[in-house]
């Protein structure tokens, strides 16, 4: 390639930028790419989601069994002590609200995983404030 050559692929291209029409609206451009990828973005996101919500839930199936049998060695020796010191009918009570308050606690224990996991998924998804 000449000196000639090389000086005229420069002007070739300028022109070419020169015949272009007026410079694009950084902004405009982001709002359009934005609106036509929100619905993968959101499929994407949904797909996480779940996939996340099973992974966790399984795990936390995992302990169920020991926390369940270690309740019920607790509640037998609970009911066991209570009798001795109280009647019957006032420690089966006693034992009875006790094991259905830990039923309770262990219900809304699994219930909040997928509100946990949403509002993390959700703080998750917002851009983070890189000129703020």
Do not use: H, K, N
């Amino acid at each position: 390639m000449t000196g000639r050559e090389a000086e005229a692929v420069p002007a070739d291209v300028a022109a070419a930028l020169d015949a272009l029409p007026g410079a694009a609206d950084p902004a405009a451009l982001s709002a359009q790419v934005l609106a036509c990828v929100s619905p993968l973005l959101a499929a994407r996101a949904r797909a996480a989601f779940w996939r996340r919500l099973a992974t966790v839930f399984g795990l936390s199936l995992v302990p169920l069994p020991v926390v369940v049998a270690v309740d019920v060695v607790l509640v037998l020796w609970l009911y066991d002590v209570a009798s001795t010191w109280l009647p019957s009918g006032l420690a089966l009570y006693l034992v009875g609200s006790y094991a259905f308050g830990a039923a309770v606690l262990l219900g809304l224990a699994y219930a909040s995983i997928p509100l946990l996991l949403a509002r993390r998924a959700a703080r998750d998804a917002q851009p983070p404030e890189v000129f703020a």
